[in-house]
């Protein structure tokens, strides 16, 4: 059974970097094919695809965020951390890890995603 | 940058009625189109993906079609627990983008 849950702060002031840890069970990213990802969502709006890691550490960014994102895995641990530097109120919103596999493409397991407000 | 484009953006419909969402791709993403459902508060879940495969678990009244630019998500005969936000996603390229959205609420 593949879970996954973030974790982070709530509050985050404007201009600071924002980190986020996934841990997840069920799956190594040790394993070929692995894959987690990031997706967040403001307030009553849309899913944004953020970033992904693969377990060979391929990693795949946003354009419009990247110069802002890092992310990296500790297989360890069964954890994957998202930071994104300067962080501006227009990033508020829910952000969600997510499990994939390289076999299908798709995100069929989410975390429940945890709730960043970003205000001075 | 592949941009989805759903619609319509909300659809007012009654239980037992049928649903027709719309999913259009700026360039052709093939069959890799995926349809998730996001409920209020909770994260949102996959139903079909590559146009046309139900994910594991989910009800044969969705069913979704389509190829190159242009997929649809049709629910047969809503249920009460059918009244969400469904998105569409594309697999082709990176970023992999999600849609805007379509509403679908109790009318």
């Known amino acids: 059974q593949i879970t996954l849950k973030e974790s982070g702060p709530t509050l985050v002031k404007p201009t600071q970097t924002l980190t986020l840890t996934c841990t997840f069970s069920?799956?190594?990213?040790?394993?070929?094919?692995?894959?987690v990802g990031w997706i967040r969502q403001p307030p009553g709006k849309a899913l944004e695809w953020l970033a992904l890691i693969y377990w060979d550490d391929d990693k795949r960014y946003s354009p419009s965020l990247q110069s802002r994102l890092t992310i990296t895995k500790d297989t360890s641990k069964n954890q994957v951390v998202l930071t994104m530097t300067d962080m501006d109120p227009v990033d508020t919103g829910s952000y969600y890890c997510?499990?994939?596999?390289?076999?299908?493409?798709?995100?069929?397991?989410w975390g429940q995603g945890t709730l960043v407000t970003v205000s001075s | 940058e592949v941009v989805l484009t759903q619609s319509p953006a909300t659809l007012s419909l009654s239980p037992g009625e049928r649903a027709t969402l719309s999913c259009r791709a700026s360039q052709s993403v093939r069959s890799y189109l995926a349809w998730y459902q996001q409920k209020p508060g909770q994260a949102p879940r996959l139903l079909i993906y590559d146009a046309s495969n139900r994910a594991t678990g989910i009800p044969a009244r969705f069913s979704g079609s389509g190829s190159g630019t242009d997929f649809t998500l049709t629910i047969s005969s809503l249920e009460p627990e059918d009244f969400a936000v469904y998105y569409c996603q594309h697999r082709i390229t990176w970023p992999r983008t999600f849609g805007p959205g379509t509403k679908v609420d109790t009318k």
């Open positions: 069920g799956f190594s990213l040790s394993t070929s094919g692995m894959a």
């Open positions: 997510a499990h994939m596999t390289l076999s299908s493409g798709w995100f069929n397991y």
